[in-house]
């Protein structure tokens, strides 16, 4: 099956809603794959798979290893890597030089960074080096410490213009797509009409272009999910349940049972050994 491309993604605007859903490893690109058609290797993976407290202290080569094992376990969604904190904001060279290591590490079709306006010079000098570059603005979750929180964007039409650029920008440097994060559905919806490109939303209305959730908040293995998701099953719950059905078999010696274990026939045993 061939995988869609960045400009398979961005020729969906319009068409119909662009699915979108982050993923880390190779089990879960794998039960994935076919229902997206985009798959994120987000840094929120810092945060969901290593417990830290943001995302700031994910690094390139993380970032790497996690995309190698979600390319590889998957065919047909267009792999989207975000580049960590501190690994593009420097230089543009800086930025080609981390993003081409990572597309020639990870064979990912895309990299995603966060910034509008600040990160023109940057998008323009990746896309035109070949670099298909998704874009990410309103709360951007790299912005935590200067910040001051995670706070949703758009509330007050006065500070509606400044997003607005920012879209405006990613879209002149080539950006193929924006993510619009934490932000009011008439914002969202005002970014949508103007811009060209897809406009991906996480807790940004259903205005935008296509929709992407962290997959483990959809699936119940968060403790603290925001207001816009949606939690779609319990796998914790689930997975507790195993766990505990599991620790009573094994305590009562129902497990492994015979079909689990591995035998021999000892009569065999015994004429070879008497040979
Ligand atoms: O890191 C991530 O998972 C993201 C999504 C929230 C869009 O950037």
Redesign the pocket.
Known sequence: MKRNSAKDIMNLKGKRPIVCL?AYTAPIARALDEHVDLL?V????GMVLYDYEN?LSVTLPQMVEHAKSVVNASSSSCIVV?LPFGTYEESKEKAFSNSSDVMKETNCNAI?LEGGQNMYETVKFLTERSIPVMG?IGLQ?QRVLIEGGYKVKGKSKFEWNKFIEDALSLEEAGAFSI?L?GMTEPLAAEITSKVKIPT?G?GASPKCDGQ?L?TEDMLGLTNIAPKFVKKYIDIEEIIKKAADQYSSEVKQRQFPSEKHTYQMNLSLVEKNESK
């Open positions: 982050t994120l987000g840094d929120s993976l995302t975000d995603k990410h979750p993510v994060e991906i996480i992407i962290v």
